[in-house]
Nanobody, 123 residues
């Protein structure tokens, strides 16, 4: 298990940008695939982006393609989600999660979760 703490959420205007960070504890961060999920009120928690421990393997949901970028810095035990061209429909609680699966594709693949950070996009 790894402990995760998200930061970077807040209020942003439509069209703006926001970078979320997720700091992980432990010395085995580089062996985990990492993902960002989001959950709006009354909706399911959806995978937005994931980055594998295996170099070059990155997944984006259709809603994130071309606007969001996931990256990781193994030296800092941190994963990032750069969000550009934000829309009101991006408003949600964003969760960071860790997985031992090389190419995780659903919430069931992730065993450790952060507490979430709220992102609100105003129109």
């Amino acid at each position: 298990q790894v402990q995760l703490v998200e930061s970077g959420g807040g209020l942003v205007q439509a069209g703006g940008s926001r970078r979320l960070s997720c700091a992980a504890s432990g010395r085995t961060f580089s062996t985990y695939s990492m993902g960002w999920f989001r959950q709006a009120p009354g909706e399911e928690r959806d995978l937005v982006a994931a980055i594998s421990w295996s170099p070059g393997n990155i997944y984006y949901a259709d809603s994130a393609k071309g606007r969001f970028t996931i990256s990781r810095d193994n030296a800092k035990n941190t994963v990032y989600l750069q969000m550009n061209s934000l829309k009101p429909e991006d408003t949600a609680v964003y969760y960071c999660a860790a997985s031992g699966v090389r190419l995780p594709s659903s919430a069931a693949d992730f065993g450790s979760w952060g507490q979430g950070t709220q992102v609100t996009v105003s129109s």
